[in-house]
């Protein structure tokens, strides 16, 4: 591997723009580079959040204003932020886009309550584009049978060789619920292009453990589907490895777990057309590294080439050990993070990711690849 250039997505320079994270970068049939990330005053809970998106037609060289492509209606008369937004070329010139709609009818409450491990109502919308992102539909909110709890986004939704798309989430608990909080990681799916969604799947879902920002891809055969998993082992109040598990029917059911023997958070993998699988993670214990890393077998038997794209003159941003609790605290003054992949074509890969010296004031940037 080879890093062959890298860049950054210019943002216009007011406090809106502060805090730029959870990036999602898509290249359409078209050539487009279409990306979307959330933007605000700050990282944490603020009065300004908004997911926002713009785009590149000379592959990353310049880039179009940001701006916010909807807006989010209200949900039975109550107010929402649009916090992250993802992409799916569906066709020629349509994508699929999903943005996750928070309740901002009161901004004093923090996004996730402490002492009951609740979230704030957290829901799905969609909506298409038929001209590469320039002008979007109506959003939709998305239903999903048996599922009333808060349901974050984790990474973009993913099409299987048969058309059908699948949306990834993940369950938490909802204000009001009593009962015990076990972390799901879900997917739920679409056979007709997007406009509706059912059968929802539970990826994970184990008490006192806390697969968080699932990652799944599809593989080279169109239908198994790899996912990968920030690890907290509630029980001992301990970081692990990123573990994985493979579903071998388009992510209806799933094999076991395993431990991929690599620490950190994983961010969204790509298949090449080789086969061959490629990884991105973040190790954060020491100080912020952003590894990718390719491998022969998904992921079983350790990686045959690594690549360190990111590496940051900052000390350690998380604690190996530490409780649920307050993992969230950590998480929100991360200065560096999300990783992610996109697959270029011709051997080439897109590593994008936020970065700052302070989590408040980050910025996207991307790393060009040739492999």
């Known amino acids: 591997m080879k890093i062959k250039n890298t860049g950054i997505i210019p943002t216009p320079g007011y406090s809106r723009f502060n805090s730029a994270t959870f990036p999602c970068i898509q290249k359409l049939p078209s050539g487009r580079w279409l990306a979307a990330f959330k933007a605000s005053e700050k990282k944490g809970d603020c009065n300004f959040m908004h997911a926002v998106i713009c785009w ?82 109506a959003p939709q909110l998305m239903t999903i049978e048996g599922i009333e709890a808060p349901v974050p986004l984790t990474g973009p939704p993913f099409m299987l060789k048969d058309g059908t798309i699948v949306c990834q989430f993940e369950i938490n608990k909802a204000i009001g619920d009593m009962g015990e909080w076990v972390h799901r990681s879900a997917l ?89 699988l490629v990884t991105i993670d973040i190790d954060r214990s020491v100080k912020p590294i952003i590894t990718v890393r390719v491998n022969n077998d998904i992921g079983k038997s350790g990686y045959n080439e690594s690549l360190v794209v990111y590496e940051a003159s900052l000390g350690k941003q998380d604690s190996r050990e530490i409780n649920m609790n307050d993992a969230w605290d950590e998480m929100v003054k991360f200065s560096v993070g999300h990783p992610n992949l996109l697959y270029l074509g011709n051997n080439e890969i897109l590593a994008y990711y936020y970065a700052g010296i302070h989590a408040d004031r980050t910025n996207i940037e991307f790393v060009r690849i040739s492999l």
């Open 188 to 276: 739920v799916f679409s056979y007709d292009g997007g406009n509706t969604w059912k059968n929802p799947v539970m990826v994970t879902e184990e008490k006192n453990m806390y697969y968080w920002d699932q990652r799944p891809q599809v593989l080279a055969d169109g239908i198994s589907v790899i996912d990968f998993f920030w690890t907290l082992d509630g029980r001992i109040d301990q970081y692990k490895n990123i573990h994985a598990r493979l579903s071998e029917d388009g992510g209806r059911t799933w094999g076991a777990l395993w431990d991929t023997g690599v620490y950190g958070q994983p961010g969204q993998p790509v298949t090449l057309e080789d086969g061959r």
């Open 56 to 137: 590149s037609d000379d592959e990353g060289v310049s880039w179009t204003i940001p701006f916010e492509p909807v807006k989010l209606p209200d949900i039975n008369g109550v107010s929402g932020q649009s916090r992250i937004a993802y992409f799916l070329p569906i066709s020629n010139a349509q994508v699929l886009m999903v943005l996750n709609w928070v309740d901002s009818s009161d901004l004093t409450n923090p996004y996730y309550n402490p002492q009951e491990e609740t979230l704030k109502d957290t829901r799905i919308f969609y909506c298409f584009s038929s001209n590469n992102g320039a002008s979007w539909s």
